[in-house]
């Protein structure tokens, strides 16, 4: 693991994708805050610690960036990881991100890219 924690998401960065769903719908929406990282609202996460993540970790953190604002995930896996309880948008082109959430969704697709993440 390389130390990237979430309060009340440590299970499902260690894989523990169930349990994580059912926790998933009962957490208040909040911004994710990630040691190394810092909140996905307020600051920009850079490529050099991006890049050192796992491409689990960084699925993770850009679909909870997603979960965070209510929507809801069409895939099995994003399902899976981080559930779709109490989820309202089904548009992920209308979830309201701020500037920040923005440049981080991108920036982490990008680390994605660059380590050849599918």
Known sequence: MTGLLRTGFLAAVLGLCGLVAGLAGSLPAAAGC??????TDVNRFSQ???????????????????????????????????????CYIHDAGAVPL??????????????ENWLGCR
Request: proline residues 0%.
């Open 34 to 39: 990630y040691e190394g990282l810092g909140c």
């Open 48 to 86: 050099a610690n991006l890049r050192q993540q796992s491409c689990d970790t960084l699925y993770f953190v850009r679909n909870s960036i997603y979960q965070e604002h209510g929507y809801c995930f069409k895939t099995a896996r994003a399902r899976a990881v981080l559930g779709n309880a109490g």
């Open 98 to 111: 701020n500037r920040n959430e923005s440049a981080n969704v991108a920036a982490i697709k990008q680390a």
